[in-house]
């Protein structure tokens, strides 16, 4: 199994240009995760859905929006970069059964400039 | 509320020594307190996790100590090897917030052999 696997791993972008970062997961899970990684701040929430069709607004969701279109992809898409986007950006699945045991993509570094 | 405040932000430690992160949350809803293990360039991976109603949990080398009253909980890595270097994050959720984690801060932790 490939777990949750995230594309593009790497890519640099101009100040307000667009872009869709997909994560695909193969795990059946319910539950998939939109979060962010910068030095000293630990991982921020951006969006999270808890099935398919649903979204909703983490702790850190200005700039960004998302879809759950099919229950095993979650797109986190930046209509319009800014520098203050520069982060490593990873994408979480889980499913509750027991306890919420997060499996992570290997995340994707993006530079604004 | 919803923050989780990790210690210390980097630590070194000798091969065979004993490694403690601490932890501090300060909402009582929070009921899932896990703890991840990420290297260089990879996601975070799940290393151990418990539930406020029990006082410690040990796999491996492994232990999470939980202090409910104090809201604190502490990972202690136990002969501690250089293959233990990565970033380590606490983290903290509640059932009905469709097990979304909140993170701490990550620490750096060094094993010098």
């Known amino acids: 199994n490939a777990g949750v696997t995230q594309t593009p791993k790497f890519r640099v972008l101009k100040t307000g240009q667009s872009m869709t970062l997909l994560c695909a997961q193969d795990?059946?899970?319910?539950?998939m995760y939109w979060y962010r990684q910068d030095p000293g701040m630990g991982l921020r929430l951006i969006h999270y859905s808890v099935g398919e069709g649903t979204t909703a607004k983490g702790e850190v969701p200005d700039g960004y929006n998302v879809s759950r279109l099919k229950k095993q992809n979650f797109l986190l898409g930046l209509e319009s970069a800014a520098p203050s986007q520069t982060s490593v950006y990873f994408c979480a699945s889980s499913d509750y059964r027991g306890d919420y045991g997060y499996t992570f993509g290997s995340g994707t570094r993006l530079t604004v400039v | 509320q919803q923050q989780v405040k990790q210690s210390p932000q980097s630590l070194i430690v000798q091969k065979g020594g004993i490694s403690i992160i601490n932890c501090a949350y300060e909402n009582t809803a929070f009921d899932y307190f896990p703890w991840y293990q990420q290297f260089p360039g990879k996601g975070p991976a799940l290393l151990i996790a418990?539930?406020?109603?029990?006082s410690e949990k040990k796999e491996g080398r492994f232990t999470i100590s939980f202090n409910k009253s104090a809201k604190q909980f502490s990972l202690h890595i136990m002969d501690s090897q250089p293959g233990d270097s990565a970033t380590y994050f606490c983290a903290a959720s509640m059932v009905p917030q469709g097990g979304k984690l909140i993170f701490g801060q990550g620490t750096e932790l060094s094993v010098k052999p």
């Open positions: 418990i539930r406020p109603d029990v």
């Open positions: 795990m059946n899970h319910e539950y």
